[in-house]
């Protein structure tokens, strides 16, 4: 079973940085991509990032030009780090993988970003 544990989310002020990483238990197929969503206070989960094992990424029109994800296959882990972060990126993130259109979680890390 795949298992997905997230790290690095922190209380950070406007304008700061984080990264976040996600390190994947159990095997890794080269047709899985992984990557991040987000779920607000009262919102639905949203897609920020997600990348495939060849590196192609795609990016929540939100946090292009300020968020970057990245994966390392040989450790089965990804990375997303955050830049030029505001009040609304402030949510859960959770890590994902999606093989062949079957979704498996981590349990989620808390960002927020408050001055």
């Known amino acids: 079973q795949l298992q997905l544990v997230e790290s690095g989310g922190a209380l950070v002020q406007p304008g700061g940085s984080l990264r976040l990483s996600c390190a994947a238990s159990?095997?890794?197929?080269?047709?899985?991509?992984m990557g991040w969503y987000r779920q607000a206070p009262g919102k639905q989960r949203e897609l920020v990032a997600t990348?495939?094992?060849?590196?192609?990424?795609n990016y929540a029109d939100s946090v292009k030009g300020r968020f970057t994800l990245s994966r390392d296959n040989a450790k089965n882990t990804v990375y997303l780090q955050m830049n030029s972060l505001k009040p609304e990126d402030t949510a859960v993130y959770y890590c994902?993988?999606?093989?062949?259109?079957?979704?498996?979680w981590g349990q989620g890390t808390q960002v927020t970003v408050s001055a």
């Open positions: 990348i495939s094992s060849g590196g192609s990424t």
């Open positions: 159990g095997s890794i197929f080269s047709n899985d991509v």
């Open positions: 994902s993988v999606n093989r062949w259109l079957q979704y498996f």
